[in-house]
């Protein structure tokens, strides 16, 4: 959040002519926050993820507790090995990690579970991976 002295915001990040803020949105119904988060994502732009208020780009990011966004990076390290494979996965909240595979659909709360998920793809003859 950027520094606030008084009624005068700081701001974060001086570019050559434009000037960044970056500011906390809390929402008094969470409809509306899911609404904003799905014209963000591309549900309802032709233009995925261009959020753009006079001209001025806008991101959005989700805000985690520092513990919540720790356990969700401990699937960094599974997730290239998932691509590799084909198979689509997604994280759900608070940090556990969906896989969807042949249209099973199998929920891990650790990437050592998808380890060993992967480890037994490789050596079931049955399972496809793709």
Known sequence: ?????????????????????MFRV???LKEHQKKITSVFRGADIPEKGQLQFQGNRIHIYPD?????????????????????????YGLLFPARLRINHNGVKHVFESPQQVTVFLQWLSLSPDANVQ
């Open 64 to 88: 985690f507790s520092a513990d919540v966004a720790r356990r969700r990076a401990a699937f960094t390290a599974v997730k290239p090995k998932l691509r590799e494979a084909s198979i689509e």
């Open 26 to 28: 809390r929402f008094a």
């Open 1 to 21: 959040m950027g520094h606030v002295m008084g009624q005068r915001k700081l701001p974060l990040v001086h570019l050559r002519w434009a000037v960044c803020y």
